[in-house]
């Protein structure tokens, strides 16, 4: 410690490197891990979804009325407090629409729903306005969405396959994957879209575990109907991969950041040595054997990078607390609409951002290490 007083310019220097390197790294796994954390909070371990036989998504299924109500009367299916079967069938078309800033128009999803859809979607509230009410031409909007776009704001109106829908009432849903939809009533979307006789999906919640998956075999297994089931988890867990492109691009960033620090790292070490060649000599001349003097400058390093770990993790704490979170968005690779996310800074991030800053301590100090014990001793004497 008395080393890193002594050098008090070049060890600040090299903090305030690892800090940045792992604020920005931080950064770059909050975006990946909010990512996943948006698809994967959507998920009920009961819940399934029902798609035409090869689709990868709803954008792309259809889902016939008959085959729906087949569906809905099996055994198995959970009820509510009615013993109504907890199962909605559902249609998704696309909207283009401008963010705010920019005249450029992107995908974002309308999903028609029914009476039931609220309850497959625990946490779901309007916050701002009302609900829509079924048969007029109105639309709840998630409140990612609406700050994210234009003509999304409460009061607006936005077109949809070729009608003008007003948003009456925004909502939040906890951060899943339902705050990147906008909703409306499922026969008023099917007729302006011309589906009324075939919906996109039908999703519905298994009584048991055992059920879940008599269902799943069971619909897989009608030749007549066509249709493929799978649950949630695993339906939001292939779009994570389909969109995994952010996450290689935040791991990339944060690997050759890293890369950059430890020769930062090593260069600050090295310095060190230079400057305490005779100090290194008289240790060896006293009997303190290398591993002694290698895990020395290990710990020197270590001490550097974890107190500049700590200014980096402060520092992106202190930036989301001061914008209340930072939201953004990005392509679902799969139906090509906007995926609204929030950055995630929880314990496992700010864990990575460590877990890093010790890489770098352990990487950056142990070749300057070993120089220091391969230096003779007389040589190492004679140095001022």
């Known amino acids: 410690m008395r080393s890193l007083r002594a050098r008090k310019i070049g060890s600040l220097m090299t903090i305030l490197g690892v800090a940045m390197v792992v604020w920005a790294s931080i950064f770059a796994f909050g975006l990946s891990d909010g990512l996943d954390r948006t698809l994967e909070i959507a998920a009920d371990p009961l819940d399934v979804i029902v798609l035409r036989k090869g689709s990868t998504s709803e954008a792309v299924s259809a889902v016939t009325e008959a085959a729906a109500r087949e569906i809905k009367a099996l055994p198995g299916i959970a ?30 999803s309308v999903r028609g729903v029914d009476p039931m859809s609220r309850n497959l979607r625990a946490g779901m509230q309007i916050v701002e306005g009302r609900d829509f ?72 919640r298994a009584a048991s575990q055992d059920d879940k998956q008599r269902l799943i075999d069971r619909i897989e297994g009608d030749e007549q109907i066509d249709l493929g089931a799978i649950t949630e988890e695993d339906y939001y867990a292939e779009q ?31 310095g060190a040595i230079s400057s305490r060649a005779r100090e290194i000599g008289t240790l060896r001349a006293l009997g303190f054997g ?49 995926i609204a996310f929030s950055f995630d800074f929880g314990p496992a991030v700010l864990a990575k951002g460590a877990l890093l800053a010790i890489v770098m301590g352990v990487i950056g100090g142990l070749l300057p290490a070993i120089r220091a014990v391969r230096m003779k001793v007389v040589n190492a004497l004679r140095e001022v």
């Open 133 to 204: 009410t079924p048969g007029l031409r109105e639309a709840i909007v998630s409140r990612a969405m609406s700050n994210r776009f234009q003509r999304l704001g409460l009061g607006d109106t936005f077109k949809v396959e070729g009608g003008d829908f007003k948003v009456v009432g925004i909502f939040e849903a906890g951060g899943g994957a339902v705050e990147s939809e906008v909703w409306t009533d499922q026969r008023v979307l099917a007729q302006l879209a011309k589906r009324t006789g075939a919906m996109s999906s039908l999703q519905f």
């Open 79 to 108: 009820t509510d407090r009615d013993g109504n079967p907890l199962a909605a069938s559902e249609l998704v078309v696309f909207a283009y629409l401008p963010r705010h800033g920019s005249n450029q128009q992107v995908n974002v």
């Open 240 to 270: 994570a991969k389909m969109s995994g492109l952010i996450k290689v691009v935040g791991y990339m960033i944060a690997f050759f950041l890293t890369i950059g620090a430890m020769f930062a790292v090593a260069n600050a070490m090295y």
């Open 290 to 338: 290398r591993v002694s003097i290698v895990t020395a400058f290990l710990l020197e390093s270590l001490v550097l990078c974890l107190v500049g770990a700590a200014l980096g993790c402060l520092a992106a704490l202190a930036v989301t607390f001061l914008l209340g979170g930072i939201q953004t968005g990005t392509m679902n690779a799969s139906t090509f609409t906007e």
